[in-house]
Structure formats: C-alpha cells, structure tokens
C-alpha cells in the first residue's frame, strides 16, 4: 500500500470496478489536490459517474485504493463510509431528490440535521445559504411547488450546508437551460473557493469545464489516452456492444444519502 501525497485531499491508484460484467473502471488513478475544482469530462459510459462515487465511498472499487485526507476510503467499513460522506462530503446530482414531506429548508439543512447539530443552527446555515441562492423565499414551501431549477438549488444548499471538504457534483446542470446552470455553477465553484472547498464536476459540457482549474478526460474507464489496462481478477469481459459503466446508477442514486 503506497501512501498518497501530501497536497491530494483525493487520490485513487489503479481502480478497477465491474457493472453486470462490464468494465467500468479499468486501472484509473488520479490525484485531487485540497481546494482545486477538478472537471472529469468524457462520453456517456466512460466511467465518470462509477469514478465519483468510488472517490466519495459509495462504492467500493473491486480494485485499487482510495484515499481521503491519508485516509484509505478503501478498506472502511460501509457504516464508515457513511458517516464520511455525512460529515465531509457533499453530492449533487442531475437529480435534486429532495424529501417532499419536508420543506425547503429542512431539506436544505438536512446533513446538519442527520448530524445532530441544534435545529436553530442548522435552520441558520440552510437559510443562509438559500438565501445565497436567492430561494430563501421559498424556505417554508414544500419541494412539490418549486421548480426544477428552484429545487436544484435547494439540493446545493444541502451540498454545501455543513461546508464539507469535497462537494461531488454529476452532471448538475443536466436537466437545467443554460442560464439556470450557469448561476448554479458560478454559485458552486465560487462557494468552494471562498470556502477552500474541494469539487470534483463529472460534466460533458465545455462551458461548464472552463470554470475548473483542471479537467481530466475519461474513456472507456481510463484516462483518455492511457493505454488499456488489464481486467480485475474476476471481472468479466464486454462483449461487442456492451456500454461501459451505468451512468444511470448516478442518477438513481438518493443524493440525500449521507
């Protein structure tokens, strides 16, 4: 076991990962360093959705180490890597997946809440970052009489409520138009630097890769150019015309899992 760099919040050496047979990571390793906005860009099936959530535990890579803060992700337990992803991690996915009987501001307070923090604090943090995001009017609304864009902004609040570490984001900006992403993503990347937050942005967008400070480029579940790696011990081989990693599996993951 090698030990990761000291500047690399993230690092992950020679993952490999299966989905039903199908090669979705294939020896990808990659490094993240403390407050840079990283951009992993590549065509649907190329591992980007498997690649986020293998860095931010939820799942296990069938290969390969994953490291957070010189903390090997890799070998914790499940409960664990839930109470990281609870209290060091937010996600934001294509999908806002917020709690419809709650209302906005507790779902946008909903890490804090899960953690135990004093509901007049959480209540605070979630109403101030609403109101960041110019939704605080919202706050005693249910999720059924927002709109999309409107609930996706709730679903940053909660992303960014606890100031966590890292903020993984898939493909925020997929359902939205162009203006309500942009604000979404000029909030987020501006948030993460004036709170030295971390972000990984799993995207297929130029526009939105011009806000990173690095993109990485991904292809069939290794870095583009990267010569092949050899399969995971176990892993079964693609055959003609299988896609690489579900990356539906990201959009039917609950983001408000913690």
Do not use: Y
């Not at 609870?86 to 999908?95: H, S």
């Not at 996706?152 to 162009?178: G, I, K, M, W, Y």
């Not at 806000?211 to 995971?232: E, F």
């Amino acid at each position: 076991m090698v030990a990761p760099p000291d500047d690399d919040v993230l690092w992950a050496r020679s993952l490999h990962h299966t989905h039903g047979g199908s090669p979705a990571l294939s020896g990808l390793s990659v490094g993240v360093r403390a407050g840079e906005v990283l951009a992993v860009t590549g065509p649907r099936g190329s591992g980007k959705t498997t690649l986020l959530h293998c860095l931010s535990g939820r799942l296990r890579p069938d290969e390969g180490e994953v490291w957070f803060n010189s903390m090997p992700v890799h070998t914790m337990t499940a409960l664990t890597r839930e109470r990281l992803r609870r209290d060091r991690f937010g996600w934001l996915g294509p999908e806002p997946h917020l709690v419809p009987e709650l209302n906005v501001w507790e779902n946008a307070a909903l890490p804090l809440l899960i953690a135990g923090a004093p509901h007049r604090t959480a209540k605070r943090a979630a109403l101030e970052w609403l109101d960041r995001l110019d939704i605080a009017a919202h706050a005693r609304r249910r999720p059924a009489a927002l709109d999309r864009p409107r609930a996706q902004r709730v679903a940053l609040a909660r992303a960014l409520v606890n100031e966590p570490a890292v903020v993984f984001a898939d493909e925020p900006t997929a359902p939205l138009h162009r203006a309500e992403g942009a604000l979404l993503l000029r909030t987020l990347t501006t948030a993460a630097r004036s709170h030295d937050i971390t972000v990984v942005l799993a995207t297929h967008d130029p526009e939105t890769t011009a806000l990173a400070d690095r993109t990485i480029a991904l292809l069939d579940g290794r870095l583009a150019g990267s010569p092949a790696a050899p399969p995971a011990a176990g892993a079964g081989a693609a055959g003609p015309g299988s896609s690489g990693p579900g990356e539906a599996e990201g959009r039917t993951a609950c983001s408000v899992s913690v």
